[in-house]
């Protein structure tokens, strides 16, 4: 990695650094508690990770948290894993979440979105109303502080209700997206035990209704501790037999009442991919997302009430959690329920478009997608609102940042986000004071001691090394659902560096303090010693237009040798012929390393992803290694186990 200095693609101008949040707070935290006053970003960073608990001090008090009883400390305990953040205080994710809903009664705190891309607008009155009604019919129904709340929901308002319902009673939320089929779902829900369920009928897609009643009444007959389903008729049906009625319990005009819980009391329940196995049931805190969400959307993102967000998601990704977290800072949050490439390609513009979005998320993907279809956003679509373009679920090449500079707008700050489900935020992405520099994250996040270590724990600069977070983080789990020993948790996260998380990604930390995510350490290339992530590949080879998508793996054999090779995914009407094989390889062998060009290059139906779009390399690694596809991976993680059969009887026949 070249430690020179290269110019740029965006500098935000002098009135944007002044008027953005993060240089008020460090104004204020200045004056207040200590943070320097000079030297930016940069010094603000290192302030924040060096006085871990004067800034979260200073978090809650910029943002005004209320806590219900005040805390006695900020950390009580800071050793990882079991960080204790601020004992004794009582609070509500909820309650913060529509505070909004006393000065902007009348504006809109949600903007649904269809595959017709009109939006329909939620008032902060007539949100906080249904939080308050269901709140109180969820109490009626015995729902207590603790108990599991699930959601089979696409990305709707009711959703969003059902989660700060929830919230306000001090239950645990968790969600999954209605294309997951049964086997999926009760791998996750079965693993909590919920008590109440809300199911839709089905959902629309691609301009095509899908009935979801048959897996509904399945995961009725499958989830023996439900006390109550509620219905709600996406698809008009009527409600199942001994299903409660969502107008009817959504129709009362009363105010919420909401449960001031610990701190550390758990407030929804994630879940990794599972792709080895069942997927990890990660339980996050009302308080620790509260903070953590406040810093990220206030401070990074620059949110505030002025603002329109929106980020393509569904509710089976943490992103659906982060962006519903955008009314902590009284933004008005998109809810986009449908593909993200119907009627065509620019769907996701026009969307931005007729929603006024300001900020605007969406997968690398995405924008790689739009680059290959030869989409034009700023021609064809009024962007004028958009000052910022985030995008997250995998690294954004640098194509993509030349793209969505030249065909999105010149003074557009463009966010590649980096993080995960683990914690739910983001370690690094968004700083709207720095510059941003193509195929870059901008900076480390506010609070959080992002360093890259090589195999011996020490970090490194300007070098690939291994993403670990040397101090706790609010939004870290709690712990894992059904993991009495806490064992699953360390295995996960502190087993290589004792007391350290280990996130298990290659990144760069530059001399710029930027960030380079390399992609997965577990599926590295590792040529003759010499670590490539496959990120870095899939950049490469798929600017070439006959390449649809691509999958690369490296594999070690019995013998001590290393086979590695590329699976390619064609666009419609190309042939991997003598000279596309040339090419890719050429390509590799220019733009990244002759080491890293592949054994062989193979032409595949399909490239197999995870239920939230991630690219499936450990489980093909393995299946490759001669696993079988059961023990390979947990086939209800994957969007098509059709295609694994491929790399199953390639492993055959290689034998």
């Not at 960030?515 to 798929?542: F, K, P």
């Not at 390619?568 to 890719?584: K, S, T, Y």
Request: aromatic share 10%; with cysteine; hydrophobic share 40%.
């Amino acid at each position: 990695m070249s430690t020179a200095n290269p110019s740029p693609l965006w500098q935000p101008a002098p009135e944007r650094i002044a008027q953005a949040q993060i240089t008020k707070f460090q104004a204020w935290a200045a004056e207040h508690h200590g943070a320097p006053s000079h030297g930016g970003y940069a010094a603000l960073h290192r302030w924040s990770v060096d006085e871990l608990d004067t800034f979260w001090k200073a978090v809650t008090e910029w943002f005004d948290v209320g806590f219900s009883t005040p805390y006695t400390r900020v950390l009580g305990d800071r050793s990882m894993p079991g960080a204790e953040w601020f004992p004794g205080a009582t609070l509500n994710y909820a309650e913060h979440a529509l505070r909004a809903a006393g000065t902007r009664a009348d504006e809109p705190a949600l903007l649904y979105v269809d595959e017709t891309h009109e939006p329909t607008p939620v008032s902060w009155s007539e949100l906080r109303r249904q939080v308050g009604s269901l709140a109180a019919e969820l109490r009626a129904l015995g729902v207590a502080p603790g108990d599991r709340v699930s959601g089979y929901l696409p990305n709707v308002p009711q959703a969003v209700v059902a989660l700060l319902a929830t919230a306000a009673v001090g239950a645990v939320w968790t969600s999954c997206a209605p294309d997951f089929g049964a086997r999926s779902v009760l791998d996750r829900f079965q693993q909590v035990e919920p008590v109440v369920l809300f199911t839709v009928d089905g959902y629309r897609y691609g301009g095509k209704e899908h009935d979801r009643r048959d897996v509904v009444a399945e995961l009725r007959g499958e989830l023996p501790t439900l006390r109550a389903v509620v219905h709600i008729p996406l698809l008009g049906t009527e409600a199942p037999e001994g299903a409660l009625d969502w107008a009817t319990l959504t129709s009362a005009d009363v105010e919420p009442v909401f449960e001031p819980v610990p701190f550390d009391h758990p407030l929804w329940v994630l879940y990794s991919s599972g792709t080895t196995g069942l997927p990890k049931a990660i339980v996050q805190s009302q308080g620790g997302i509260l903070v953590e969400h406040l810093k990220q959307l206030g401070l990074h993102c620059d949110l505030s009430t002025e603002d329109r967000f929106f980020w393509y998601t569904s509710t089976g990704w943490m992103m659906w959690n982060f962006l519903v977290s955008g009314l902590l800072t009284g933004t008005t949050i998109v809810l986009y329920d449908g593909s993200p490439g119907y009627p065509d390609t620019g769907a996701q513009w026009r969307i931005a478009e007729r929603t006024g979005a300001t900020l605007f998320g969406t997968s690398a993907a995405y924008v790689m997608a739009c680059r290959k279809a030869e989409v034009h956003p700023a021609r064809d679509f009024d962007l004028t609102r958009v000052r910022c373009v985030a995008t997250t679920g995998s690294p954004l090449p640098p194509d993509g940042f030349r793209w969505l500079h030249d065909e999105v707008g010149e003074d557009l700050w463009i966010a590649s986000v980096s993080g995960g489900t683990d914690v739910c935020s983001c370690f690094a992405g968004a700083v709207p004071t720095l510059p941003v520099y193509i195929g870059e994250l901008q900076a480390a996040g506010l609070g959080t001691d992002l360093q890259s270590w090589d195999a011996g724990g020490e970090p490194v600069i300007d070098e690939v090394g291994e993403l670990v977070v040397t101090n706790p983080m609010p939004s870290m789990p709690i712990r894992f659902w059904n993991d009495p020993d806490g064992s699953r948790y360390h295995d996960s996260y502190f087993d290589t560096y004792p007391g350290v998380w280990r996130h298990g990604d290659w990144i760069t930390v530059t001399s710029r303090n930027s960030v380079v995510i390399h992609g997965r350490s577990d599926s590295t290339l590792n040529r003759q010693g010499v670590r490539m992530g496959s990120a870095d590949i899939y950049e490469a080879v798929e600017r070439l237009p006959e390449i649809k998508e691509s999958l690369v793996i490296g594999v070690e054999q019995p013998d001590g040798g290393y086979w590695m090779p590329l699976f390619v995914h064609l666009a419609p009407g190309a042939a991997l012929d003598e000279a596309l094989l040339n090419r890719i390889k050429q390509t590799i062998r220019e733009q990244l390393s002759p080491r890293h060009v592949p054994d062989e290059v193979i032409e595949v139906p399909g490239v197999p992803h995870t239920l939230t779009g991630k690219r499936i390399e450990v489980p093909v690694k393995r299946l490759l290694q001669g696993a079988p596809l059961g023990k390979a991976v947990n086939v209800g993680s994957v969007d098509n186990v059709e295609l694994l059969r491929f790399y199953e009887d390639l492993a055959r026949k290689r034998g």
